[in-house]
């Protein structure tokens, strides 16, 4: 008798439910990476305006979450410093995700417009 090749049932049904797994949890992760780069391009928008007041950068920024409609983050959320003549606008949150069950996914999220990286502390 000839032996035969391919595959088992059993390996067809762990890969399609590997590839189920990782699609629904690419679904539900999705959306916040969205927002997250949504927010970042919006704290970049509000920079390149050149507001030159903690109040035009937060007036601005709310502007940018109406029109976005953001739900992580508000103007109040922001860490606005002076970096020479440079506004520096930072954020950082955490964002927990349902998966299933009692699994969840826990992201921080953070992000500056500071040319370094490194935002620089806030002005007391």
């Known amino acids: ?6 595959m088992g049932f059993l390996g067809i049904f762990l890969i399609c439910t590997a590839i189920v797994l990782g699609a629904v949890g690419a679904m539900k992760v999705g959306p916040s990476y969205m927002e997250f780069f949504g927010l970042k391009d919006a704290i970049s928008k509000v920079q390149a305006s050149g507001a030159n ?7 601005s920024f709310e ?4 029109i976005n409609n953001f739900k ?15 506004m520096v606008i930072s954020f950082a949150y955490p964002k927990k995700i349902h998966m299933f ?18 935002a620089p502390p806030p002005a007391k």
């Open 101 to 118: 069950n009692n699994v969840y996914v826990c992201i921080d999220f953070a992000a500056t417009t500071s040319s370094s990286g490194v």
């Open 72 to 86: 992580s983050i508000s103007s109040t959320d922001l860490e606005i410093a002076r970096d020479g003549n440079e």
């Open 53 to 59: 007041s903690v109040t035009d950068v937060k007036r």
């Open 63 to 66: 502007k940018q979450v109406e």
């Open 1 to 6: 008798m000839k032996k035969q090749n391919g």
